[in-house]
Nanobody, 122 residues
Framework: QVQIIESGGGLVQPGGSLILSCAAS????????MGWFRRAPGKEREIVSATRWTDGGTYYADSVKDRFAISRDITKGTLYLQLNRLKTEDTAVYYC???????????????WGQGTQVTVSS
């Protein structure tokens, strides 16, 4: 099993920042890609960002490019997402997940955390 726990969510005003953390562990933790997804109210789950675990290659959704930054600490098994200049449209539950192959589609990710709530509101 893979244990994935997200943290760092909260309530922020538009323009604010947050740092999300994802702690992953377990014998089945063997990611090719680690990613952040989000599900906003009334919307389907969508990918936010992803990184190739070994070399750090990155992907960002167009909606968050230049605002969010993904990083990872391999030795700690931890994934991060820096959220800057937050918008109300960023309000969602953010999920961390691993994929055993190079893919950014949700169906390719086989282990998921329970999510952390990010609420952007004035």
């Amino acid at each position: 099993q893979v244990q994935i726990i997200e943290s760092g969510g909260g309530l922020v005003q538009p323009g604010g920042s947050l740092i999300l953390s994802c702690a992953a562990s377990g014998r089945a933790f063997s990611p090719v890609v680690m990613g952040w997804f989000r599900r906003a109210p009334g919307k389907e789950r969508e990918i936010v960002s992803a990184t190739r675990w070994t070399d750090g290659g990155t992907y960002y959704a167009d909606s968050v490019k230049d605002r969010f930054a993904i990083s990872r600490d391999i030795t700690k098994g931890t994934l991060y997402l820096q959220l800057n200049r937050l918008k109300t449209e960023d309000t969602a539950v953010y999920y961390c997940a691993q994929s055993p192959r190079w893919s950014i589609t949700a169906n390719s990710f086989d282990s998921w955390g329970q999510g952390t709530q990010v609420t952007v509101s004035s």
